[in-house]
């Protein structure tokens, strides 16, 4: 079971990890921490699923936007 918080913190690169041509600064408020996912995980179906729910989600949300996500990569 997957601990409860904020899944949008499980999306992101680790500290110190860029794309190519972009800066990392990261601030967290006092005490914050941040979880991050190995690379490894992507394969796991519990996660697979919970990008799936997400998407649907997310294209829900913005359904009146006319606006489409296929991916949340």
Same mark, same amino acid.
């Given at each position: 079971?997957? /601990?409860? @918080? ?5 999306? #992101? !690169? *680790?500290?110190? &990890?860029?794309? *190519?041509? @972009? @800066?990392? +600064?990261? /601030?967290?408020? #006092?005490?914050?921490?941040? =979880? ?6 992507? =394969?796991?179906? =519990?996660?697979? +699923? !919970? #990008?799936? &729910? !997400?998407? /649907?989600?997310?294209?829900?949300? !913005?359904? *009146? @936007? ?6 949340? /990569?």
């Amino acid at each position: 079971k997957m /601990e409860p @918080e904020p899944l949008y913190n499980l999306l #992101q !690169l *680790p500290k110190g &990890v860029a794309l *190519p041509g @972009e @800066e990392v +600064e990261e /601030e967290l408020p #006092q005490g914050g921490k941040k =979880k991050y996912l190995p690379p490894a995980s992507r =394969k796991d179906p =519990k996660f697979l +699923e !919970l #990008q799936k &729910v !997400l998407t /649907e989600w997310i294209n829900a949300t !913005l359904l *009146p @936007e006319h606006i489409v996500v296929r991916s949340l /990569e």
